[in-house]
């Protein structure tokens, strides 16, 4: 898989509190990062296309309903291109959030059935840390309730957003930062 090339990583993704406890399934953010979808990159859309038998029940729709736009080619994205995903009209929510219930069905099906993780689009994997040409930095606004956000526990030492997300940030950037 060829990675992202990123020349800039803004000091905020090194000072920014991380996901500290459980992350975002520690949360009591109520899905808030979900109401404006995301963009779903090659390598994860070709595992939903192929499992969408599971994915479908758990959304209530058929795959095809679940995307806004078509195929656009962009190099920033896993694979060279990516589909935008379409938010539900009666909860809000991205098409891919679990109908009825609280998540994601594409972590609940790398987290609970085993599918490769990679079925987790990109943005996801990695939210609140972001990029875009050739930048890494922390999306902004954050969501009020985000777990980044959350009163750290006394005493406690929470590691930043690049050290709680750095095992996914390693596997999908090539970082290259100009001094």
């Known amino acids: 898989m060829k990675k992202i090339k990123i020349t800039h990583v803004d000091?905020?993704?090194?000072?920014?509190?991380?996901?500290?406890?459980?992350?975002?399934?520690?949360?009591?953010?109520?899905?808030?990062?979900?109401?404006?979808?995301?963009?779903?990159?090659?390598?994860?859309?070709?595992?939903?296309?192929?499992?969408?038998?599971?994915?479908?029940?758990?959304?209530?729709?058929?795959?095809?309903?679940?995307?806004?736009?078509?195929?656009?080619?962009?190099?920033?994205?896993?694979?060279?291109?990516?589909?935008?995903?379409?938010?539900r009209k009666e909860d809000g929510l991205c098409a891919f959030h679990l109908k009825g219930k609280r998540g994601c069905s594409l972590f609940y099906l790398w987290a609970v059935e085993g599918l490769p993780k990679t079925i987790v689009p990109t943005i996801c994997r990695v939210y609140p840390v972001t990029w875009h040409r050739g930048r890494l930095f922390v999306d902004s606004p954050l969501r009020r309730s985000c777990k980044c956000k959350e009163k750290t526990p006394r005493g406690a030492k929470v590691p930043s957003l690049f050290e709680t997300q750095e095992k996914e940030i390693m596997a999908l950037f090539d970082i290259e930062e100009d001094e």
């Open 11 to 87: 000091q905020r993704v090194r000072t920014q509190k991380g996901l500290f406890g459980d992350g975002c399934y520690g949360s009591a953010c109520n899905d808030e990062c979900c109401v404006w979808g995301c963009d779903v990159d090659l390598a994860a859309l070709e595992l939903i296309e192929k499992h969408r038998e599971l994915i479908e029940p758990l959304v209530g729709a058929k795959i095809e309903e679940c995307f806004k736009t078509n195929l656009t080619e962009d190099e920033d994205y896993i694979g060279g291109s990516y589909r935008e995903t379409a938010v």
